[in-house]
């Protein structure tokens, strides 16, 4: 039983990690890449970035944007 109640809860961690925070809009595509072999990283999800911006790859680590101009939800 234990193993069933772990299993669940661990499903329901997965889950949650992966739920959208309310916006409906994506990362705009990155073209030009770093030539740092291990860029910084300011965030890792969006839960790390302020109300209505996300964590995005950038040209060198990923990092709280906001959404681009002209983009419609």
Excluded: D, Y
Excluded at 2 to 8: E, F, K, N, S
Excluded at 19 to 30: E, K, M
Excluded at 38 to 62: A, I, L, Y
């Amino acid at each position: 039983m234990r193993t069933v109640a772990a299993l669940l809860l661990v499903g329901m961690l997965i889950l949650w990690a992966e739920l959208p925070t309310g916006s409906a809009w994506s990362c705009p595509p990155v073209r030009i890449t770093c030539a740092l072999h291990n860029p910084p990283n300011r965030c890792f999800s969006n839960r790390q970035c302020p109300r209505f911006k996300k964590c995005c790859p950038t040209f060198c680590g990923r990092k709280c944007i906001s959404k681009p101009s002209g983009t419609h939800i």
